[in-house]
């Protein structure tokens, strides 16, 4: 289905340059000389890299019909890691190169949204936030502040963030998968 610049919404697919893209933002721009034009942020969904391009207004491209199917992460298999569908119990096998970012939120048993295109399995869509365990970290020293700072904090995922002085070995933490930032304690 052929769209233009104007039909741009964050989140939506295009097909451009034979790359599948998300935009991640857009910008409409009327400079007062020259033509208007469409600055975009795209994430390209085969390789993960985040590119910005500008389009002149009102340009047609593809957009890419993306599925998104509900499955769960069964276990890591040498490089590639199992996926299984929530309804047909078909399992799919993904390379650790893909879903490289988002193996240090992986963790078994998760339910995660794999998106496709056409057979092609472009990767995975994390929820939002997920809570897990630390490995480790420095103690908390008596008399340490929730407000007075951060120390660094391996997960059993293999995730480092800063979390706060009071947060200790074993702890679950509640984690945003966006920015990878530390929001609470479970």
Same mark, same amino acid.
């Given at each position: 289905? +052929?769209?233009?610049?104007?039909? $741009?919404?964050? *989140?939506?697919?295009? !097909?451009?340059?034979?790359?599948?893209? /998300?935009?991640?933002?857009?910008?409409?721009?009327?400079?007062?000389?020259?033509?208007a034009?469409?600055?975009?942020?795209?994430?390209?969904?085969?390789?993960? +890299?985040?590119?910005?391009?500008? $389009?002149?207004? *009102?340009?047609?491209? !593809?957009?890419?019909?993306?599925?998104? /199917?509900?499955?769960?992460?069964?276990?890591?298999?040498g490089?590639?890691?199992?996926?299984?569908?929530?309804?047909?119990?078909?399992?799919?096998?993904?390379?650790?190169e893909?879903?490289?970012?988002?193996?240090?939120?992986?963790?078994?048993?998760?339910?995660?949204?794999?998106?496709?295109?056409?057979?092609?399995?472009?990767?995975?869509?994390?929820?939002?936030?997920?809570?897990?365990?630390?490995?480790?970290?420095?103690?908390?020293?008596?008399?340490?502040?929730?407000?007075?700072?951060?120390?660094?904090?391996?997960?059993?995922?293999g995730?480092?963030?800063?979390?706060?002085?009071?947060?200790?070995?074993?702890?679950?933490?509640?984690?945003?998968?966006?920015?990878?930032?530390?929001?609470?304690?479970?």
């Amino acid at each position: 289905m +052929a769209i233009s610049t104007a039909d $741009f919404k964050n *989140g939506l697919t295009i !097909e451009v340059d034979g790359a599948i893209w /998300r935009i991640l933002s857009f910008q409409h721009v009327k400079p007062g000389k020259g033509g208007a034009f469409v600055r975009s942020k795209l994430k390209n969904l085969r390789t993960g +890299a985040v590119q910005e391009k500008t $389009f002149r207004s *009102g340009a047609k491209m !593809e957009q890419a019909q993306i599925d998104t /199917r509900k499955m769960q992460y069964l276990y890591a298999d040498g490089d590639m890691h199992v996926f299984m569908d929530m309804d047909t119990y078909e399992q799919i096998s993904i390379p650790s190169e893909q879903i490289k970012s988002e193996l240090n939120y992986l963790q078994e048993n998760m339910e995660v949204n794999v998106i496709q295109y056409g057979n092609e399995t472009l990767g995975v869509e994390l929820p939002n936030t997920v809570t897990l365990e630390v490995a480790s970290t420095e103690p908390g020293i008596k008399g340490d502040t929730a407000s007075g700072g951060s120390k660094p904090a391996t997960m059993t995922t293999g995730l480092t963030l800063q979390v706060p002085f009071f947060v200790n070995q074993g702890d679950k933490l509640v984690i945003n998968t966006t920015d990878g930032t530390y929001i609470s304690r479970a």
